[in-house]
């Protein structure tokens, strides 16, 4: 079983719609970062958390460390929003990655 | 972006050779990651280091070493390549600030070995 687990591991939305990716994770962490990669590779880091909720405009993360569970939404998606999410918790200082949810949006 | 470089960008090369990938950092982080990326898993810590000339393996360093002479590189270096090590190769650094840690990734390194 992987210490990090993606559902769902693909979504299709339309323009429009509120999206929710979840994150379970099994080890003891001190982060959990969500990242964004675009086809064509680059890796950009969203959010950083370690308790409670972040909003950065339409996207929103929360961690709940008890339930060792953490979710990313997005709000009012738009086809720029298609690509693969990530999720990553710090474990000491190595980063333990989900496989992630590939996001498609369509018009 | 940490002003992240890695080098080279793309790479074909013929089995048992050997093979450097660099990644080079400006801004003088102390945590340095090599990742690969493979379909259907994710990324996979390879090698890291937390210093200069500190360094330690990840899940999938076999067949894989690392040097850290100074702050701002870290290189990976595959002995005698093989097909398996057919891969995409991210350098990541995390940075450590008052608010926690923010990880920067480098655009990637393309590897395929034929």
């Known amino acids: 079983k992987n210490e990090v687990e993606q559902s769902p591991q693909n979504l299709t939305a339309q323009e429009g719609e509120f999206i929710t990716i979840n994150c379970s994770y099994s080890?003891?962490?001190?982060?959990l970062h969500w990242l964004q990669q675009h086809p064509g590779g680059g890796i950009v880091s969203l959010f950083m958390?370690?308790?409670g909720k972040k909003k950065h405009g339409r996207l929103i993360a929360t961690i709940n460390i008890q339930e060792k569970h953490s979710s990313l939404h997005i709000t009012a998606s738009h086809p720029r929003d298609s690509a693969v999410y990530i999720c990553?918790?710090?474990?000491?200082?190595?980063?333990?990655f989900g496989t992630g949810t590939r996001l498609q949006v369509f018009p | 972006d940490a002003g992240i470089t890695q080098s080279p960008r793309h790479k074909v090369t013929e089995t048992g050779t050997p093979v450097t990938l660099r990644c080079h950092q400006t801004?003088?982080?102390?945590?340095m990651y090599w990742y690969r990326q493979d379909p259907g898993h994710g990324l996979r810590l390879i090698h890291y280091?937390?210093?200069?000339?500190?360094?330690d393996k990840g899940e999938v360093s076999d067949g894989y070493s690392v040097s850290r002479s100074k702050t701002e590189d870290f290189l990976l270096t595959l002995e005698s390549a093989t097909s398996s090590q057919t891969s995409v190769y991210f350098c990541?650094?995390?940075?450590?600030?008052?608010?926690?840690?923010?990880?920067?990734f480098g655009e990637g390194s393309w590897l395929t070995v034929v």
């Open positions: 958390l370690s308790s």
């Open positions: 080890v003891g962490i001190s982060a």
């Open positions: 280091s937390y210093g200069v000339k500190d360094t």
């Open positions: 801004e003088n982080h102390r945590y």
């Open positions: 990541a650094i995390r940075a450590v600030t008052r608010s926690g840690n923010t990880i920067y």
């Open positions: 990553a918790v710090m474990v000491t200082d190595k980063l333990i």
